[in-house]
C-alpha cells in the first residue's frame, strides 16, 4: 500500500468547519485514482495531507493519520515524503520560478544533492517524457499554458516519485494544452508505472482512464468505486453538480425508459448498443 489514509478530519486553523471528515483511504502502488467533487468538497485539502504539507506548512486541527510508504506524514518531513509524493498543482505559473526551463528542472534536483551527472541524466529523462526536448532554454513564462503545466509535471517527476498528485492541473489550460497534459498523465500511469491521484473535471477522461474513483461532498467520501459502478449513480452525480459524460447521460434516459439495463461507458459502447436496441 502505497498512501493509507485513516479516519482522516482536518479543520483549518481559522476555519469552524472541518474541511475533510473521516476520510479513509487506500492507494495502491500503479493504480490511477480519479477524485471528484463540487467546489468546496475537500478535494484539494486531501490532496495537501498526502505530501504533508498539511500539517507541517498548512496549520490546523488534524485527526487520524495519513501513511504514506508506511511513514507517518506527521512525523516526516515535507522534504523526504516529496521524494515519494509529487504534488502538482493548478496554476502552473505558481510552481515556476527559474529562469530557464532546464533549471526549473534542476532545481529540486539540486535540493536531493544527487551528483551532476545523475542530475543531467534526470532533466534529460524528464523533459523526453513530458515532451519539452528542444525547449531546456526557453524562459518558462514564455511557454503555452500547455507546456508550462507539462514543465511542471517534468520538474516533480525528475524527482522520481512513485506518486503523482495532481489537483486540478488543466483547469487553466485551453483545449489542446488540457489534452496534452491528460495524454502526458496516462502515460506516466500506463508506460512508467507511476501511481496516479488526480483531481479532474473531465469526466470522460476520469472514466476511460481511471482504476477508481472517489466522491467528496461536503468533505466526506459519498462514493466510492470502479468508475462503470460509480457513473451508474447518476442522480448522486448530478445532485452534486458533476457533469456527466454523454454517454452516460444517454444511458441513464434510455434506461429510465427501460431500454437500457447498464450505462453504457464510452460513446462507442452507446451506439452499439442504439444498433442492437434498433436491430440494425
Ligand atoms: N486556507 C484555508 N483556510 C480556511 N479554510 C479553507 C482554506 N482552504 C480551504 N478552506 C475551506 O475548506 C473547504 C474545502 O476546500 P478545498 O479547497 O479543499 O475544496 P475543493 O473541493 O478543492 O474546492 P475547489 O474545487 O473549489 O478547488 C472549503 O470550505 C474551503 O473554504
Not at 523533459?127 to 508550462?148: H, T, W
Not at 492541473?169 to 500511469?189: C, F, H
Request: aromatic residues 4%; hydrophobic residues 40%.
Amino acid at each position: 500500500m502505497l498512501i493509507r489514509v485513516e479516519d482522516l478530519s482536518f479543520r483549518y486553523s481559522r476555519a469552524k468547519e472541518y474541511s475533510i471528515k473521516n476520510i479513509n483511504l487506500k492507494i495502491r502502488k500503479g493504480e490511477f485514482v480519479g477524485i471528484l467533487g463540487p467546489s468546496g468538497s475537500g478535494k484539494s485539502t486531501l490532496c495537501l495531507t498526502f505530501n504533508g504539507i498539511i500539517p507541517h506548512s498548512i496549520r490546523g486541527e488534524l485527526r487520524g493519520d495519513v501513511y504514506v510508504k508506511g511513514y507517518n506524514t506527521k512525523e516526516t518531513s515535507v522534504a523526504k515524503l516529496s521524494t515519494i509524493v509529487g504534488l502538482v498543482l493548478q496554476n502552473p505559473d505558481s510552481q515556476l520560478f527559474n529562469m530557464t526551463v532546464e533549471e526549473e528542472v534542476a532545481f529540486g534536483l539540486e535540493n536531493l544533492g544527487l551528483d551532476p551527472e545523475e542530475i543531467k541524466r534526470r532533466i534529460k529523462w524528464a523533459l523526453r517524457i513530458a515532451g519539452l526536448e528542444g525547449l531546456e532554454n526557453e524562459f518558462p513564462p514564455n511557454l503555452s499554458g500547455g507546456q508550462k503545466q507539462r514543465l511542471a509535471i517534468a520538474s516533480v517527476l525528475a524527482m522520481k516519485p512513485e506518486v503523482l498528485v495532481l489537483d486540478e492541473p488543466t483547469s487553466q489550460l485551453d483545449p489542446l494544452g488540457r489534452e496534452q497534459v491528460l495524454s502526458l498523465i496516462t502515460l506516466l500511469n500506463k508506460e512508467q508505472g507511476i501511481t496516479i491521484v488526480l483531481v479532474e473535471h473531465n469526466t470522460e477522461y476520469i472514466l476511460s482512464f481511471a482504476d477508481r474513483v472517489v466522491v467528496l461532498d461536503k468533505g466526506e467520501i459519498v462514493l466510492e468505486g470502479k468508475p462503470k459502478n460509480v457513473f451508474e449513480e447518476v442522480e448522486l452525480l448530478q445532485n452534486l453538480g458533476i457533469r456527466l459524460p454523454a454517454s452516460v447521460r444517454i444511458s441513464h434516459k434510455l434506461k429510465k425508459k427501460g431500454l437500457l439495463e447498464r450505462s453504457a461507458l464510452s460513446e462507442r459502447e452507446l451506439i452499439n448498443k442504439l444498433k442492437s436496441i434498433m436491430k440494425i
